[in-house]
């Protein structure tokens, strides 16, 4: 089990950049893939970004194809979200989740833990 926390949320106006931090103690954090979600007030928790312990392959959900980068650090136990050209439907709370060893998890149940959430609000 890996503690999680994440950093950087805020508000920004649209068009504009973040990136968010997430910092992990505890053992084989490298071992696992890491992923970022976000879950907007009244809708589920979605998919973000992820990137796999090996290989370091990175997978994007559509809506953020192309504006969002994921990125690790192994030897500072950190994963990072680079934020860019931000919406206001971007506007959500974003954690920080790992725990699997599957280079594909992207779904909420692939991952066993998770950080307390950083909120970032985009307005228009």
């Known amino acids: 089990q890996v503690q999680l926390a994440e950093s950087g949320g805020g508000l920004v106006e649209a068009g504009g950049s973040l990136r968010l931090s997430c910092s992990a103690s505890?053992?084989?954090?490298?071992?696992?893939?890491k992923a970022w979600f976000r879950q907007a007030p009244g809708k589920e928790r979605e998919f973000v970004a992820a990137i796999s312990w090996i290989g370091g392959r990175t997978t994007y959900a559509d809506s953020v194809k192309g504006r969002f980068t994921i990125s690790r650090d192994n030897a500072a136990n950190t994963v990072y979200l680079q934020m860019s050209s931000l919406k206001p439907e971007d506007t959500a709370v974003y954690y920080c989740?790992?725990?699997?060893?599957?280079?594909?998890?992207?779904?909420?149940?692939?991952?066993?833990?998770w950080g307390q959430g950083t909120q970032v609000t985009v307005s228009s």
């Open positions: 505890g053992r084989s954090f490298s071992s696992y893939t």
């Open positions: 989740a790992a725990g699997t060893r599957s280079v594909s998890a992207t779904r909420v149940a692939d991952f066993s833990s």
